[in-house]
């Protein structure tokens, strides 16, 4: 662990997080007044923005955020089910409110474009736009069926997709979740649901976040073992490594920064913790 940013009163209830991978900087989405803190490499907040309220601008619920190669600010926003784009001076510079049932996770490509699902639809969506003019170029469907589509990750080297589908569950049980990888080209290369990986690893698994590292293995963090695992590249799964085993929480958010620190979102104590590879 190198660092540890935000607690309660700074974040409320964090929902996602994500790295600029050209500053280092860090945005994460949570409940409070100003919806997204943007923090810098050495963990001090540089700037809030994103309010709270009914304005075209104001960001009612979010749900998880990413950063493109561009520098723009992107939330998913769970209460007017939108999708809205800022610049880091937190200046709104385009939202999309058409066609969503309930855009969930997101996750930015090389070419800044944003993957986002649509969990009320079992959907997930390719979306290009210029930010700097404010202009929505294309909202392509690219799979459908899913279920119930939350967290999303896209390889930064092969683009690759990674999703997370949460499972309805019958009887007392919660549900279980559902590990998905698609290739660039959206064919189905890998899946592992949380029955497989109970027969790999003897406690009871539920993935809530996804990431890639830079060797294309997939990460995700798992709530009932409060860990970070890695399951190995799409073509080894099911592999089980644990990253990190103790000091976490309620883990909901997994990113990457661009010097390859992993940075985790605990919900649990409402921070955003900072861990290098030694």
């Not at 939108?82 to 996750?107: H, I, N, Q, Y």
């Not at 092969?158 to 499972?167: D, P, Q, T, Y």
Request: hydrophobic content about 40%.
């Amino acid at each position: 662990l190198r660092l540890c940013l935000g607690g309660w009163g700074s974040l409320v209830n964090p929902t996602g997080v994500a790295a600029c991978p050209g500053s280092g900087r860090l945005a994460v989405a949570h409940d409070g007044k100003k919806r997204i803190h943007v923090f810098g490499p050495s963990g001090f907040c540089l700037r809030r923005f994103g309010e709270r309220g009914d304005a075209s601008n104001d960001v009612k619920y979010p749900l998880d955020v990413t950063v493109t190669s561009d520098g723009h600010v992107v939330v998913t926003d769970g209460g007017d089910r939108s999708v809205k784009a800022f610049d880091f001076d937190g200046r709104g510079v385009l939202a999309v409110r058409e066609g969503f049932c309930l855009p969930w996770g997101l996750d930015a490509t090389p070419k800044s474009e944003v993957v986002l699902t649509d969990s009320e639809a079992g959907a997930l969506y390719r979306l290009a736009a210029d930010f700097q003019r404010g202009q929505l170029k294309k909202c392509q469907r690219m799979r459908c069926r899913l279920v119930s589509p939350r967290a999303v990750a896209v390889c930064q080297t092969s683009g690759a997709v990674a999703v997370i589908e949460h499972l309805e569950g019958r009887g007392p049980s919660k549900g279980s979740t559902r590990v998905k990888i698609f290739s660039a080209e959206m064919d189905l290369i890998g899946q592992m649901d949380s029955f497989g990986l109970n027969l790999v690893f003897p406690s009871r698994i539920y993935a809530t976040a996804v990431a890639f590292d830079r060797e294309g293995r997939v990460i995700v963090t798992d709530v009932c073992s409060q860990a970070v695992i890695c399951l190995g590249k799409p073509e080894e799964f099911p592999i089980f490594n644990p990253l990190i085993s103790h000091g976490l929480s309620y883990p909901v958010g997994l990113t990457y920064t661009a010097n390859n620190c992993l940075v985790v979102l605990d919900s649990g104590d409402h921070s955003v913790k900072v861990y290098s590879s030694t």
